[in-house]
């Protein structure tokens, strides 16, 4: 199955970009990209999802490069509510459910 | 919570007795999901369903099992607790995964197996 690789931790300053790596260099053509965010004692939250191109929602942008192997979430202003562990996971286009699987995220710390 | 109820929120049991957590979907999905969450583990999917008495393993199906009588409803027993099931549980709902359809995730329940 495909993996993702995230940094475990990343800081960043309120009302700053921040810009989230992830590195998924197995991913099949039919994988989509997606990322969750989990604030303390939540459950995890949809963000953003994408296949190729570059997307954009209220919360966030994803930035998918050219050979899929990596993609960014980009959290334009960070406020201090965006502090949480951040998931990038592939979903299969015409997989199993059981391969949504989930890695340790990116611990993001918003400094006031 | 997209229409997520999971119940209950908290809950200590003892070593060996039975324990059924529930979750509660008001969106008509048809995938659900049950995972647990551990320190150094991530999200780890224990099984899911995909309808009305469809269910199947996850990577950590041991010692768990599932049923789904309606739509709205999964259950997740753990026949005989162990120390080890201690953790965080979480319910998760999608349409069916074509790779485009989101997780919705309830809020958890907290188990502490002693």
């Known amino acids: 199955d495909a993996k993702t690789t995230q940094p475990n931790s990343m800081e960043s300053n309120e009302e700053e970009p921040v810009h989230l790596p992830c590195n998924h260099s197995?991913?099949?053509?039919?994988?989509?990209i997606h990322w969750y965010r989990q604030l303390p004692s939540q459950g995890p939250e949809y963000v953003i999802h994408?296949?190729?191109s570059n997307v954009n929602n209220r919360m966030a942008s994803l930035a998918i490069a050219e050979d899929r192997k990596s993609s960014t979430l980009i959290l334009h202003r960070a406020t201090l509510r965006d502090a949480a562990v951040y998931y990038c996971i592939l979903s299969p286009g015409w997989g199993s459910a059981r391969q949504l699987t989930f890695g340790s995220g990116t611990q993001l710390t918003v400094l006031p | 919570d997209a229409g997520i109820t999971q119940s209950p929120r908290h809950k200590v049991t003892e070593t060996g007795t039975p324990v059924t957590l529930r979750c509660h979907q008001t969106e008509n999905h048809r995938y659900m999901y049950w995972y647990r969450q551990d320190p150094g583990h991530g999200l780890r999917l224990i099984h899911y369903s995909y309808g009305v008495k469809d269910t199947d393993k996850g990577e950590v199906s041991d010692g768990y099992s599932v049923s789904r009588s309606k739509t709205e409803d999964f259950l997740l027993t753990l026949e005989s607790a162990t120390s080890s099931q201690t953790s965080v549980y979480f319910c998760?709902?999608?349409?069916?995964?074509?790779?485009?359809?989101?997780?919705?995730f309830g809020n958890g329940t907290r188990l502490t197996v002693t």
């Open positions: 197995t991913i099949s053509g039919t994988d989509y």
């Open positions: 994408g296949l190729t």
């Open positions: 998760a709902i999608s349409e069916p995964p074509k790779g485009n359809s989101p997780l919705h």
